[in-house]
């Protein structure tokens, strides 16, 4: 998938002055790297395009029963599963996901709409790629990450390894954080503008 991936963008890229993905440069350095290297444009990280909120961020509007539900589980005890926005397992291999969590007796949630994200973010995750991007991004939280093992060891809360696992989504948490509070996101916006205004 990646050379294909390279080959589009750089066609692409031929047609361009700049090249703008909405990533994080220090999540994905290595990528970005490769296709500078390919691509004959600048190329600025200007992501997430999730819009930024703090988590810790109280309301005082009711919560649905899944947040109470959540509120009410031990810290780092509940598998995050969403069935994503674009494209998505078929319902018969999302009912085998489904089917294989519940057997395996942890809590999890299934997160079927887009704009309940910022409600898990930081949160460990598995996942299955279907197309183009998010074969990179499963890469990258599976391999590069250390996110993924087998699912038990990973939600026991005990288990020396799940411990560690679970403290990556906080690290690339705080990656994110940084790099959108006055970070590299907006010197690389404001490096944008000022080449464009030239």
């Known amino acids: 998938m990646w050379p294909f991936l390279l080959q589009v ?4 890229a031929n047609k361009a002055q700049y090249a703008l993905f909405t ?17 004959p444009v600048p190329i ?33 005890s509940v598998l995050y599963i969403s069935k994503g926005s674009f494209m998505s397992v078929s319902k018969e291999q999302l009912d085998e996901i489904i ?26 995750f598995l996942t299955f790629p279907i197309v183009t991007d998010q074969f990179t991004n499963s890469k990258q939280i599976v391999e590069d990450c ?34 959108i509070e006055g970070g590299s996101i907006q010197v690389n916006i404001d490096k944008f503008i000022r080449d464009i205004s030239r």
């Not at 294989?100 to 930081?122: D, K, P, T, Y």
């Not at 993924?148 to 020396?160: E, G, I, P, T």
């Open 9 to 12: 963008v750089s066609q692409l």
């Open 23 to 39: 990533t994080i440069g220090a999540l994905e350095s290595q990528v970005i790297e490769a296709l500078q290297a390919e691509v």
């Open 44 to 76: 600025f990280t200007v992501g997430p395009t999730i819009p930024f909120s703090d988590t810790e961020f109280k309301t005082n509007q009711p919560s649905p029963n899944y947040l109470s539900w959540l509120d009410d589980q031990p810290k780092d």
């Open 99 to 124: 089917a294989g969590v519940h057997s395996s007796s942890c809590r999890w949630i299934l997160v079927a709409v887009w704009m309940e994200f910022n409600q898990f973010a930081g949160v460990p």
């Open 146 to 179: 250390e996110i993924v093992l087998l699912l038990q060891s990973f939600m026991d809360l005990d288990n020396h390894q799940g411990k560690k696992m679970r403290r990556r989504p906080m690290e690339i948490r705080k990656t994110c954080q940084e790099a």
